[in-house]
């Protein structure tokens, strides 16, 4: 159970990485293009249930491949305006902290803790409303 529960933790953290992995592993050429590459990105992409990391730089690697994802680059003053003056504050809706999930409380959960709090979890991470507080400098 604690391996199934690894291998979620895995899956929500792979899907915060790449949102649009299901409709990619679900192409004829996403497999075509895992079949040419070295025996280490297949590995992290089929014989890998519970490292994320491993599978979400494969990915890059097939989205760097295929040209997926690029933007078009901004205008320095687009950018400029996207950033707000001093004089502009926000204010906090309500206690809100409440409504965060820490890592840490996470990696404390046991197997029916988290499996009970899945959805919540990965709703968090979605949102944002996700604290790293143990990997946060790793990342």
Not at 13 to 37: G, K, S
Not at 86 to 91: A, F, G, L
Not at 98 to 125: G, L
Request: aromatic letters at 8%.
């Amino acid at each position: 159970m604690k391996l199934e529960a690894q291998r979620e933790k895995a899956e929500v953290e792979l899907m915060q990485a790449h949102p649009d992995f299901e409709q990619i592993r679900e192409t004829d050429e996403f497999h075509n293009w895992v079949e040419e590459q070295p025996k280490w990105v297949q590995d992290a992409l089929y014989d890998n249930d519970n490292d994320a990391k491993s599978a979400a730089r494969a990915i890059d690697l097939y989205k760097a491949d295929m040209g997926i994802g690029k933007k078009k680059p901004t205008k320095d003053k687009d950018a400029a305006k996207a950033i707000g003056t001093r004089s502009e504050r926000s204010s906090p809706e309500g206690d809100e902290s409440k409504s965060y999930i820490k890592e840490s409380d996470v990696n404390r959960m046991t197997a029916q803790q988290y499996e009970a709090k899945q959805e919540e979890i990965a709703e968090a991470i979605r949102t944002g409303k996700f604290i790293y507080d143990l990997s946060g400098s790793a990342r």
